[in-house]
């Protein structure tokens, strides 16, 4: 599996008032096995540009290879892309429509034309994989709580059996708890069932811990594509461009700052606590 | 005696069947006991579910107890009569920034709540004008709110609720939808306002880089208070409020993790300043 | 396709028409689509064409963008102008099993089509010229009377305002989920009529448990800020004629008049 987008633009609504262009060529490589975190303010243009990965938005211009195919190309099966680039919008339990969990999250692979015997094992697999209890099958979906809908809707896209899962925003309005959760269950497909991940979040904390790279999109441009450490090296330009690096990126600068010999590297909690216990019992 | 006080408050939700019958209740709020000095800033923490939102309702009456008492400035919730001088004193914002706009133009909506209440029309545009520009917003007076972002969105609601001139404002959860420049746009606009306006403030969250500027925090769960005290004293005890399903800011889990380690920093580091301090502390004793 | 429909939008520029009372544009609008079927021989056309046109050029709303407007009703003109064109008696003139066609025919189709178009594009030209708050406040100040015979005046108004705002929003949420299901293999645009119907569940079950929810929320939102129906209520910004709204009073009387003396010539 590999995505290249090679120059991609998007314009939207062109040629009206509301003429806007949102994607400025964009070239980016994602290989199999991945696991990307998309950061960028509200309107920077992430959003637009996932919908671009499984073609439900069309580029005004530039291609997008998958496996080597222009997804551009006439005659490509747009269908069969969506069902192996899945993409998880945000709030996705607002998508929930069927009578009970089972059979909404069936709604994916039946459309995939499976037999009704596969569909159900897809189903089933799928609500395992998010951690959804047996006991909840027959359950309506309207009646679970927010984070057993979320995951709920995530087995709709997963029971189509992506090879790469998009998230957008994946842990928005959920608790501290429900949050982790949602994360570690992410973390764990991809480690497990070796799906490549591409998360989108506004949350610099949650993506340090997780990633091994880093996209940063401004103005529908990208602005960085490295791994989390290099990028939050930047922090002053990520504030200028609304966003910001991780409270502990910003504790081991302050204490760089006053004479503390620590490298400025670590992005995560146990990194810091690592390297201050280091310095500091020299 | 303060502007909020709760005695005993209890409310269930009660499910019934076609008949009428019960078929299920759910405790929301569980014995909460608690009281609100006029011009704090107190925050409500808790998890999705530990009973906070039900609670925020209570305050101005959108809900009234099962059992207990709540009243508002002297005014018990449950007499009828006092409905709406309560609801004008205690304005409430809510989650959703789109669902609580009413108008299609940012000063109308502002208006909405004056109006509502009466006052007349030269005042209204006084209100509207003070309000708008109480939450830095007055340029924007003659846009559609659909062409805002969410924490403009929430700072119309506030000013909604602002020109109502209430003693207290209620936020349930204001910033759980936004981005986190929404999110910082917001608190500061309620910082300000509890600081300049001298309004008492009532914030629901779960976030917890929110909380650490409040004069007081509550923390919730199971329907129960289970925690009280100042930000740092709550911020002290970060097991007990991981066993809540809640957090702490990055910088107070850090020195937690290195306390654990066996380094001497003090308990309840809220800021990254705060950490700074305590380290350099820590060097200079050990030379 | 849904932004191609440009009747009912309101078209923001400054012109006399725009700052005119609601009231007296829909009073104005009313006597106009009145007058159109009232007058019966050829001064009458070209009098209402005239003023359609004053109108229209006092608005200054582009004629391309309202003529844009008659494209989304085509469908009704066709069937209003074949209705006539078959069904009226008179001279025949072409003959074609039961089909007849009559010099009547055709007079009364084109002349019912010219009829239709002033209809709407003087109708169109109120809602270019008026914001929808507006005009519900203008709905809500004539319908006033109607308070006496029980008819909710203000909550009528009240819902049309909301509505109002809820529709691009609710556009906006159709579009997300539309998307959403797409992304789940999700098809809306080939397949039979009973197909196509069926495909729309995964789209109107969320959109319908998402409007529920809005119109709870925002229930809950008015009634913490004090809403308690237009009893007592006052208003930010209340409606007052002014000397202009009076001066179109006087042009539309002296339009009246000038049809009503040219149908006795």
């Known amino acids: 599996m590999s995505i290249i987008v090679d120059k991609l633009n998007y314009i939207y609504s062109p040629g009206t008032a509301y003429q806007k262009h949102a994607l400025k060529d964009i070239n980016l490589e994602i290989t199999e096995g991945e696991f990307i975190g998309l950061i960028g303010h509200t309107g920077s243009g992430k959003s637009t540009f996932i919908q671009h990965l499984n073609g439900l938005i069309r580029g005004t211009s530039g291609s997008i290879y998958f496996n080597g195919q222009n997804i551009y190309d006439a005659g490509y099966n747009m269908k069969g892309l969506r069902s192996k680039v899945g993409l998880v919008f945000q709030y996705p339990e607002?998508?929930?429509?069927?009578?009970?969990?089972?059979?909404?999250?069936?709604?994916?692979?039946?459309?995939?034309?499976?037999?009704?015997?596969?569909?159900?094992?897809?189903?089933?697999?799928?609500?395992?994989?998010?951690?959804?209890?047996?006991?909840?099958?027959?359950?309506?979906?309207?009646?679970?709580?927010?984070?057993?809908?979320?995951?709920?809707?995530?087995?709709?896209?997963?029971?189509?059996?992506?090879?790469?899962?998009?998230?957008?925003?994946?842990?928005?309005?959920?608790?501290?708890?429900?949050?982790?959760?949602?994360?570690?269950?992410?973390?764990k497909l991809h480690k497990e069932n070796k799906l490549t991940i591409i998360l989108v979040s506004h949350s610099m904390e949650d993506v340090a811990k997780y990633v091994d790279r880093l996209i940063v999109m401004n103005r529908g441009e990208v602005a960085f594509n490295d791994t989390p450490r290099k990028v939050f090296a930047h922090y002053k330009e990520l504030e200028k461009i609304g966003l910001a690096a991780p409270q502990v990126t910003y504790v081991m600068n302050e204490l760089r700052m006053h004479g503390l010999p620590v490298s400025i590297e670590a992005t995560t909690i146990e990194e810091a606590k690592e390297e201050i216990l280091r310095v500091m019992k020299h | 005696m303060g502007i909020i006080k709760a005695k005993n408050l209890l409310f269930e939700y009660i499910r019934r069947d076609e008949d009428g019958n019960v078929e299920s209740i759910n405790r929301a709020i569980d014995d909460v006991t608690l009281d609100v000095k006029k011009g704090d800033f107190v925050a409500v923490l808790g998890h999705n579910g530990s009973g906070k939102s039900t609670l925020a309702k209570h305050i101005n009456a959108l809900l009234v107890p099962t059992e207990g008492t709540l009243w508002f400035k002297d005014m018990n919730t449950t007499e009828e009569d006092n409905l709406w001088l309560i609801r004008q004193s205690a304005g409430m914002v809510f989650q959703n920034p789109d669902n609580q706009i009413v108008a299609s133009v940012v000063e109308e909506d502002v208006a909405f709540g004056p109006e509502n209440l009466g006052v007349p029309t030269k005042d209204i545009w006084t209100r509207v004008e003070e309000s708008l520009n109480a939450v830095g917003m007055m340029e924007y007076r003659?846009?559609?709110?659909?062409?805002?972002?969410?924490?403009?969105?929430?700072?119309?609601?506030?000013?909604?609720?602002?020109?109502?001139?209430?003693?207290?404002?209620?936020?349930?959860?204001?910033?759980?939808?936004?981005?986190?420049?929404?999110?910082?746009?917001?608190?500061?606009?309620?910082?300000?306002?509890?600081?300049?306006?001298?309004?008492?403030?009532?914030?629901?969250?779960?976030?917890?880089?929110?909380?650490?500027?409040?004069d007081k925090v509550y923390v919730m769960d199971d329907g129960k208070v289970v925690m009280e005290g100042s930000p740092r004293e709550i911020f002290s005890n970060v097991e007990e409020l991981k066993k809540y399903r809640l957090d702490v800011p990055q910088v107070t889990e850090l020195a937690y993790e290195l306390k654990k380690s066996g380094l001497a920093i003090p308990d309840g580091i809220l800021t990254t300043h705060e950490f700074v301090d305590a380290i350099q502390k820590l060097r200079q004793q050990s030379w | 396709m849904i932004r191609d429909i440009t009747i009912g939008q309101y078209y923001p520029v400054d012109s006399l028409l725009h700052r005119l009372d609601p009231r007296v544009k829909l009073i104005g609008t009313i006597l106009y689509i009145i007058s159109l079927f009232a007058f019966s021989n050829y001064y009458g056309y070209i009098i209402a064409a005239a003023f359609l046109f004053t109108v229209i050029k006092i608005s200054k709303v582009p004629l391309k963008f309202i003529l844009k407007g008659l494209k989304a009703v085509i469908v009704l003109f066709i069937f209003t102008a074949t209705f006539n064109l078959f069904l009226t008696p008179g001279k025949i003139i072409y003959e074609l099993g039961f089909i007849k066609i009559t010099i009547e025919g055709i007079i009364t189709a084109v002349l019912m089509t010219i009829r239709l178009t002033f209809l709407i594009l003087g109708s169109s030209l109120m809602t270019f010229t008026t914001t929808p708050n507006n005009l519900t406040d203008g709905l809500e100040s004539l319908m006033k009377p109607l308070n006496k015979i029980k008819v909710p005046v203000h909550e009528i108004s009240m819902m049309m305002s909301i509505a109002l705002r809820f529709i691009p929003i609710l556009m906006e949420e159709t579009d997300k989920i539309m998307k959403a299901q797409m992304a789940r293999g999700a098809d809306f645009e080939t397949g039979g009529l009973v197909k196509r119907a069926k495909s729309l569940i995964p789209l109107l079950v969320p959109l319908f448990v998402s409007a529920f929810r809005r119109a709870n929320d925002l229930a809950m939102a008015m009634e913490a800020r004090c809403y308690r129906g237009g009893e007592g209520r006052t208003k930010m910004k209340p409606l007052k004629y002014k000397g202009r709204d009076l001066a179109a009073f006087l042009v539309l009387v002296l339009y009246i008049t000038v049809l009503v003396v040219i149908n006795r010539v």
């Not at chain 1, 998508?95 to 089933?124: H, I, M, W």
């Open chain 1, 94 to 187: 607002h998508q929930l429509f069927e009578t009970n969990v089972f059979k909404d999250v069936c709604f994916g692979p039946s459309n995939q034309g499976l037999e009704a015997l596969q569909v159900e094992l897809r189903a089933y697999e799928a609500l395992k994989m998010v951690g959804i209890d047996n006991s909840l099958l027959d359950a309506s979906p309207f009646e679970l709580s927010g984070g057993q809908k979320r995951r709920v809707a995530i087995a709709g896209v997963l029971a189509m059996k992506p090879e790469v899962l998009i998230l957008d925003e994946p842990t928005a309005g959920l608790d501290p708890k429900g949050r982790d959760e949602i994360l570690e269950q992410i973390a």
């Open chain 2, 142 to 214: 003659g846009h559609s709110p659909n062409k805002l972002s969410g924490g403009q969105k929430q700072r119309i609601a506030i000013a909604g609720i602002m020109a109502m001139k209430p003693e207290c404002i209620v936020l349930d959860e204001p910033t759980a939808m936004l981005d986190p420049n929404g999110r910082k746009e917001v608190i500061r606009t309620v910082k300000e306002l509890n600081k300049n306006e001298k309004v008492t403030v009532i914030l629901i969250t779960h976030y917890m880089e929110e909380v650490i500027y409040a």
